[in-house]
């Protein structure tokens, strides 16, 4: 059974950081494409950030550059997003997604989805 487990969230000060962990099982998690997006309620669901395991390649949402970074930990089958100099607009659910082929921005065409943990930005 695949699973993501988000962590981490909870409400931080603007300016101040955020360390954001997904823990997968049930899969291959080294081959998977891994991706965080946030949603706010009444909007879809927006890319943030993603890893293409083939490339190695990282991709960003443009309001998250220079702030926000991905990374992963293959041995602990972790993915994590380090927030920094957050913002009251960072304010959302932030979810973890994994896909073996697909790593762009539209979050339908990633398999495997977390429950979600969120993120409350005070001005």
């Known amino acids: 059974q695949v699973r993501l487990v988000e962590s981490g969230g909870g409400l931080v000060q603007a300016g101040g950081s955020l360390s954001l962990s997904c823990v997968g099982s049930?899969?291959?998690?080294?081959?998977?494409?891994m991706a965080w997006f946030r949603q706010v309620p009444g909007k879809d669901r927006e890319f943030v950030a993603v890893i293409n395991r083939r490339s190695g390649g990282i991709s960003y949402l443009d309001s998250v550059k220079g702030r926000f970074t991905i990374s992963h930990d293959n041995a602990e089958n972790t993915v994590y997003l380090q927030m920094n100099s957050v913002n009251p607009e960072d304010t959302a659910v932030y979810y973890c997604?994994?896909?073996?082929?697909?790593?762009?921005?539209?979050?339908?065409?990633?398999?495997?989805w977390g429950q979600g943990t969120q993120v409350t930005v005070s001005s």
């Open positions: 997604a994994a896909d073996r082929t697909y790593y762009g921005t539209e979050a339908r065409k990633y398999a495997y």
């Open positions: 049930g899969f291959t998690f080294s081959s998977h494409n």
